[in-house]
């Protein structure tokens, strides 16, 4: 699963080797570049553990305020957390990184053939050039078959002699000894009552105990590693399953390291010792680093909110100043968004009222006004038309206008009148102009009736004349003052 990562460590681990001439300084100068390559990642880590370290006495008082409501608690615990700045999970994030490269290592470490030497698979699996080499010379392995290819390279690296022609591929000799320590073998738990232990002399016991001494060396770095971050972390509130699951961690840790130390080659126990000092050591320096920071960033932070707590209470002391001197919201310059937003509200309403009432339909007891009107006929003037439309006329062309108009139906309705008189004056002189006397007096009357009747008629037609010409007069006036209307 991790032989993309652990072939480019292993020949990392392989560079290391060949500078320092020993397997367990290659694995120090391995563990420091690790820790320098890091190093970005466990800054931020680590300011960010600092800084909800610092927030544990205002999550108290959370706590204390809302009591065992666990929602309000989290909510208000998750909007504390997005004013500061703080991502809880970031500290946990990050301490997960060296994880990866340590199972990277561990493979690197049990399969030196092909991870640290880059030698092909094929050689040295079954029927492969190396393997049938190592049955020549009688290879027994002594460990699990799963750390075969670590007592493969070490039974090599004790006959080299056989194996030179395979150079070219990339093998090499490698000694995996640090001082009398083997670092490829295992080191027993049962040391001390196991057979293989010589007492008899110091060759014979020695290297065993210092390897028994070095998973409970790299716990003892764990545990002490485990109390600086305990002490500098905040110590996570009981709502924070996360949190919980950290400290947790945290305890277990110098035992895993215990564990795993003895079930698994000694250099990876030397790994996760050297590590785990240079840990201790970047703790302390980190923190003396970002405490300094983070204070500087909390004053700066508390001048800020005092000086905006002061800027709150003047205006309250300001609104309070006005108010007591009676100044209304109106005279108050300084007003807020939502009460001018009530104020235009308010003024469309008051337009919207102002129109609906201007152009309400007339009601049963009251008239409208229509300014087109002239007596009885609604549009005389024009349906559009407007007396303010070119500004407000002069009292006199108003009045004139109004005038010439009825003076025009004042003539028609007199010369209707007086035809209607000359017709029933002349219907009732007629018997008295008619005698029968003889044959020349009814010949004078039938005469003097026809020349009555054309009297009449053309009397008739003048009228008609008459009207018609009156029309002409109203139609004019009318046609007249819409244009002077319109040129206005």
Known sequence: MFDFIARPLGQLLMLFYDFAGSYGLALVLFAVAVKIVLLPFQMKAKKGTMKQSRLQPKMQELQKKHGTNKQKINEEMAKLYKDEGVNPASGCLWGFLPLPIMFALFQAIRRPITMMMNVPDELIEAGGAIYNQL???????????FYIELEQAQFISSHFEYFRQFVEYGLQQISFELGPINLGQQPLWDFFWHESTNWSYIGGWLPGLLLFLLPILSGGMQFINSAIIRKTSPQMPQQEGAGKSMQTMMMLMPLMSVYFGFILPAALSLYWTVGTILQIFQDLWLNKKYTKILDAEDEERNKLRKAKEAEIEAKRIESERKKAEGITAEDNKNKSKRNKQKEEKQEKREKTAEWEKKNAPPSDKEEAYEPSKVGKRRYARGRAYDPERYGEVSGDEDDSEDERIPELESDVDSAECETTAASDDDVMDEP??????????????????EDSASEVQDAKEDIEDKDDEQQDAASTTRFETTRFEDDK
């Open 135 to 145: 049955e020549r010379l009688n290879f027994v392995p002594n460990m699990q078959a």
């Open 432 to 449: 008295d102009d008619v005698t029968l006397t003889d044959d020349s007096d009814e010949t004078d009357a039938d005469v003097s009736d």
